[in-house]
């Protein structure tokens, strides 16, 4: 479950590295995969050896204030089978007001419960789900 303030690792290629919840959309009190929350980017992901220029052309910068969606969670979802999963970190990926995400690439597993919240798009771009 993603409290306010938790820290979560940002997997897409917007440029953000991690970012900070700030509010959980709905009337809910914590956040679970497949939510939508409000965050804060409070690193960007390094440019690499190619300098300045390329961060220039980042999507988002830091301190922009983002929605994202919940895609992993340290806590322990139990699934309708019976099956629990866990995760070795929070992540999130970062999308538009209008729900389509910022980066065009995925990096690492997303939970299925996301199949369940229809954001099916995620589920394509990632290259597995767990």
Not at 25 to 32: D, L, M
Not at 70 to 96: H, M, P, W, Y
Not at 99 to 128: C, F, Q, T, Y
Request: aromatic share 2%; charged share 25%; hydrophobic share 40%.
């Amino acid at each position: 479950m993603i409290q306010l303030k938790s820290m979560l690792n940002c997997i897409d290629n917007s440029g953000a590295a991690i970012v900070e919840c700030a509010m959980v959309i709905g009337q809910k009190r914590h956040a679970s995969i497949g939510d939508r929350i409000v965050v804060v980017v409070q690193k960007q992901r390094d440019a690499g050896a190619a300098g300045m220029a390329a961060a220039s052309g980042a999507k988002v910068k830091r301190g922009d204030i983002r929605h994202a969606v919940v895609v992993r969670t340290r806590q322990k979802v139990t699934r309708r089978d019976g099956s629990c999963i866990k995760f070795e970190d929070n992540a999130c990926v970062l999308i538009n007001k209008s729900g389509d995400p910022i980066g065009s690439r995925i990096n690492g597993v997303v939970g299925m419960e996301l199949r369940k919240k229809k954001w099916s798009r995620i589920l394509s771009m990632a290259p597995s789900q767990a």
